[in-house]
């Protein structure tokens, strides 16, 4: 049976400050480069390989990959790199603390913005055209806000057109991304209805690791979850 590996990015600088992030490009903490290289060391102590990783063009998820490459000695894997794993975009929330926009719009709002499937945050005045590192592409896929549904509609068709395939093929895949993006994927691997989604979590650098059939269908889903002890040792 072949393996598919789903893999949050560790701790960045807006996680530890609490901070709406979508397509901002910020950095990983040292927190978050320690869980990383924990995740890589579960997987290689797991006896996981895998023969692609998928990410997205956000440096706190290709750093991610990068450290789990080197603990799973597979720094020689291919690994691509596309926007249609990015976080969801939370459009004019984005850079905002989240305590704050509870305060300004009250829990329920914020609540609704965050976990449900088809609630799209305040937009963006306009779009976002001043990172280099969408310059190439065509306007076009640059978002102003996202909700879940809409960030689920970009990747699913990543995944089809180039995880899947090699899937059918028996070999095993790593994707890094980011958690709304993962819980699109998730949902749509778990045939979790509209409603159900917002009751899943996805943590910072706990691989989720799909044993799938020869149809893709799951036979068995486990998770490998990260303690603050394991962090701890990962400092000594």
């Known amino acids: 049976m072949v393996k598919l590996i789903l893999l949050r990015h560790g701790q960045s600088t807006a996680n530890a400050k609490n901070e709406y992030t979508g397509w901002s490009d910020v950095d990983l903490t040292s927190q978050g480069m320690m869980q990383a290289r924990w995740a890589g060391k579960m997987l290689r102590q797991h006896h996981l390989t895998f023969e692609r990783v998928h990410t997205s063009v956000l440096k706190r998820a290709?750093?991610?990959?990068?450290?789990?490459?080197?603990q799973c000695l597979a720094l020689a894997v291919p690994i691509q790199k596309t926007w249609r794993l990015n976080e969801r975009h939370y459009g004019a929330l984005r850079g905002l603390n989240k305590e704050t926009t509870?305060?300004?719009?009250?829990?329920q709002q914020v609540a609704l913005w965050r976990r449900s499937f088809d609630s799209v945050p305040p937009k963006l005045a306009q779009k976002d055209v001043s990172q280099r590192i969408y310059q190439s592409y065509s306007s076009d896929i640059l978002p102003r806000a996202e909700s879940l549904k809409m960030a689920l509609q970009r990747t699913i068709p990543y995944f089809?057109?180039?995880i899947g395939p090699r899937l059918y093929r028996g070999h095993n895949q790593l994707i890094v991304a980011h958690g709304s993006t993962l819980r699109a994927m998730i949902k749509y691997l778990e045939h979790i209805s509209d409603d159900r989604i917002d009751g899943v979590e996805v943590g910072n650098c706990e691989?989720?690791?799909?044993?799938?059939?020869?149809?893709?269908?799951?036979?068995?889903?486990?998770?490998?979850?990260?303690?603050?002890?394991?962090?701890?040792?990962e400092q000594l």
């Open 62 to 70: 290709i750093v991610t990959a990068y450290l789990v490459q080197e």
């Open 102 to 107: 509870r305060q300004q719009y009250g829990s």
């Open 160 to 162: 089809q057109d180039q």
């Open 207 to 233: 691989p989720i690791i799909y044993q799938l059939d020869d149809q893709l269908r799951i036979q068995d889903k486990q998770i490998l979850s990260i303690s603050k002890m394991d962090i701890k040792k």
